[in-house]
């Protein structure tokens, strides 16, 4: 019984090293420098990310630390709205417009909501990358 533990933990620890943050970034990542800046302004332990992405994927659940405060999606979407934008075009044109989108003239909702967006859709793909690698 303690060798089929033991193999299991191994096993299980060798999947979670092909997890890292730095694989995610080289590898699977469709903007990676963005994405970087992004988990960093996220404030969420890249461990905890991996364990457990769907708790981390809402960005308005209030458990991603720097997506919590006007002041800092604002900011962080407003310093990044061109990369933002170019990932909401990409989007669009695969699945769609969005509606609801908000006005540009409310520049607190509009900017907030293109921070959530970003880091829902990177999640998106953290998803999908942590899965993928799970299965091999």
Known sequence: MAFLASKSLRHKTKIMSKLSKKT???NYSSFPNFHKELLHQGGVEWSLIKKHPQDYYAANSGSIPGMIYFSET???AKKHHLSI???LDEFECDCGKLENKPSPTDETQYFNWLSWFA????M????SFVETKKTE
Not at 119 to 122: A, I, R, T
Not at 124 to 127: A, G, K, L, N, P
């Open 119 to 122: 880091w829902e859709s990177m």
């Open 124 to 127: 998106s793909e953290v998803i």
């Open 85 to 87: 934008l170019q990932i």
């Open 74 to 76: 604002v900011a962080f």
């Open 24 to 26: 995610f970034l080289e």
